[in-house]
Nanobody
Framework: QVQLVESGGGLVQSGGSLRLSCAAS????????MGWFRQPPGKEREFVAA????????FYADSVKGRFTISRNSAKTTVYLQMNSLKPEDTAVYYC????????????????WGQGTQVTVSS
């Protein structure tokens, strides 16, 4: 059974940084895509970034491009989201997700989800 466990959220001031981690277990991810999504208060879940497990190709939402970096460890068991220059509008619950196959930007394309971690950016 695939499990995704996020960690690393918290409260940070505007301009600060946080690194989120997503530990993946219970499956073979060699042909998978891993994504980070977020859900701001009162809004729908939105795509943030994604990476392919095998080749490490990365994709970003325009709103985070140049500020956030998605990566994975060499053992391909953990995905990270390094968030720099954080803004109050980055405040959201951040979710890690996985799917077999190519990267998609729609949350409905992802099969497996973590429980979410809260990121709050104060102004």
């Amino acid at each position: 059974q695939v499990q995704l466990v996020e960690s690393g959220g918290g409260l940070v001031q505007s301009g600060g940084s946080l690194r989120l981690s997503c530990a993946a277990s219970g499956g073979t991810f060699s042909n998978s895509a891993m994504g980070w999504f977020r859900q701001p208060p009162g809004k729908e879940r939105e795509f943030v970034a994604a990476i392919t497990w095998y080749g490490g190709s990365t994709f970003y939402a325009d709103s985070v491009k140049g500020r956030f970096t998605i990566s994975r460890n060499s053992a391909k068991t953990t995905v990270y989201l390094q968030m720099n220059s954080l803004k109050p509008e980055d405040t959201a619950v951040y979710y890690c997700a996985a799917r077999d196959g190519a990267v998609f930007f729609a949350s409905r394309a992802y099969t497996y989800w973590g429980q979410g971690t809260q990121v709050t950016v104060s102004s």
